[in-house]
C-alpha cells in the first residue's frame, strides 16, 4: 500500500472527521488552454462551483456552515474590502441556510466588479458596517461586534479557518480523483490566487497528503504586513498550511513534504489596483473562454500564471480559476425562503437603497 493518501481515502477521512454542507454539485470541471508551449496548460473551473454563485468561498462554506450550523448560531459576523467575495458567498449561501450575515467592510478601490459585490451583499440582506480603514475595521470586528452581537460566529476575512482551509484540501483529493480517471496529467505547478491564504494553503497541504511533488505557487494579491504584522507572505502560509497538516497527521496521515512557491511580484502597487500584465490577461482570458477576470485576484493570479508559463514550458500547469463567472444579473432577487429580518444598513452610503426587498 502507497505510503500517501489516495484521493478517495482522503475524501473519506474528510467525510468521516468533519461535517460538511454539500453545496457544490459535483467536482469542477477542467478546461484544457491551448496555445504553443509543449507542456499541457488546465484551467480548474472553480468558477463554475455553483450555478448560483461560483468561485473558491463556496468549497470553504460548506465546511464554515456546517460548523455554524452545528454550533446553532443564527449569524455570521465576517469582513473584508468592499467587494469582498468571500461577504457575497457568506451571505447568498448563509441565507438559503436560513443564518443573517454581518459584513464589515474597509475602502477599496471601486471597480465594477466591487460595485457588482456590494450591490449583492446589500441585494441578499446582508448587515452592512462601514467602517472605512482597515484599522476600523478590525477594532469593529473585535469589539464592536461582539456588543451588538455577541451569540453570533465570527469568521476572519476570507474564510480562512481550518474548516475553510480543510475545504481546499478536499479540492486536492478532488483533483487527485480527475487526474486518476486521467482527465489531466499530474500537474507540476498548481498557480493560485493569495488573499487570506486558505485556498493555497489547503491545496498545497491536500497534493503533499496524496505524495505530489507539484509546486504549488501562490501569487501573492493582499499586502505583504499590516502595520506591524505579516499578512500575506510565504511564512503566513506556511503557517496556516502546517496547522491543517497537524491535523491530518493527528488523525493518522503520513509524514508529507509541502512544496510551496511565492510570488509577489503581480500585485502591483496595491490590493484592488489594476496592473497592466493583468488587465492583458484579463483580455486573453475573456477572448479564449468568455469568462471575466477580476483586477484584484484572478487578473494578478492569471498573469502569473501566463509568466510562468513562459519560463517553463515543458511542465504541466494547472491554473486554478478562483472568481465566480455566474452573471451580476442572475445572482440579484433570487426567490429564498427567508425568515431573516430585514436589511440594516448602517451607512448613509445605500440610503433609500433596495433595503427592504426580501423583508
Ligand atoms: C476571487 C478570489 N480568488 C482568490 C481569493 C484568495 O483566496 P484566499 O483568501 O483563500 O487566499 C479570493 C479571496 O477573497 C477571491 O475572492
Not at 503581480?266 to 497592466?276: K, N, R, V
Request: net charge positive; with cysteine; proline share 5%.
Amino acid at each position: 500500500m502507497s505510503r500517501f493518501l489516495r484521493p478517495q481515502q482522503g475524501l473519506g477521512w474528510l467525510d468521516q472527521r468533519m461535517p460538511r454542507q454539500v453545496l457544490l454539485s459535483g467536482p469542477t470541471p477542467l478546461t484544457r488552454w491551448v496555445d504553443a508551449s509543449p507542456g499541457e496548460f488546465w484551467i480548474k473551473r472553480d468558477d463554475l462551483s455553483h450555478p448560483l454563485y461560483g468561485g473558491n468561498k463556496v468549497r470553504k462554506l460548506e465546511y464554515i456552515l456546517a460548523h455554524a450550523l452545528n454550533k446553532g448560531v443564527q449569524r455570521i459576523v465576517t469582513f473584508g474590502g468592499l467587494g469582498t467575495h468571500h461577504g457575497v458567498a457568506t451571505t447568498i449561501f448563509g441565507r438559503t441556510l436560513g443564518l443573517a450575515t454581518t459584513v464589515i467592510l474597509f475602502d477599496q478601490p471601486r471597480t465594477q466588479v466591487v460595485e457588482e459585490s456590494l450591490a449583492l451583499l446589500q441585494n441578499w440582506g446582508a448587515e452592512l458596517w462601514f467602517r472605512g480603514s482597515l484599522t476600523r475595521t478590525l477594532l469593529s470586528y473585535a469589539l464592536e461586534s461582539r456588543l451588538r452581537h455577541p451569540q453570533a460566529m465570527r469568521l476572519f476575512a476570507g474564510g480562512s479557518s481550518i474548516e475553510g482551509g480543510q475545504a481546499f484540501v478536499r479540492a486536492a483529493f478532488e483533483l487527485g480523483l480527475q487526474v486518476e480517471q486521467g482527465l489531466m496529467s499530474r500537474p507540476d505547478r498548481l498557480v493560485v490566487a493569495v488573499g487570506s491564504s486558505a485556498t493555497v494553503a489547503g491545496l498545497a497541504t491536500g497534493c503533499a497528503l496524496m505524495g505530489w511533488s507539484t509546486r504549488v505557487t501562490g501569487i501573492r494579491v493582499a499586502p505583504a504586513r499590516l502595520g506591524f504584522f505579516d499578512a500575506c507572505t510565504l511564512a503566513t502560509v506556511r503557517k496556516q498550511a502546517n496547522a491543517l497538516s497537524q491535523y491530518w497527521l493527528s488523525w493518522g496521515a503520513p509524514r508529507h513534504q509541502l512544496c510551496i512557491d511565492w510570488d509577489d511580484d503581480e500585485f502591483g502597487l496595491g490590493y484592488g489596483l489594476s496592473t497592466p500584465q493583468g488587465t492583458d490577461a484579463e483580455q486573453l482570458f475573456r477572448s479564449q473562454l468568455g469568462v471575466p477576470l477580476d483586477p484584484t485576484y484572478t487578473a494578478k493570479a492569471f498573469a502569473g500564471a501566463l509568466k510562468w508559463r513562459a519560463q517553463r514550458p515543458d511542465e504541466t500547469l494547472l491554473y486554478w480559476h478562483s472568481l465566480s463567472s455566474v452573471p451580476f444579473e442572475q445572482i440579484l432577487y433570487q426567490p429564498i425562503s427567508a425568515r431573516i429580518p430585514s436589511l440594516s444598513l448602517d451607512s448613509t452610503l445605500f440610503r433609500g437603497g433596495q433595503g427592504g426587498k426580501f423583508s
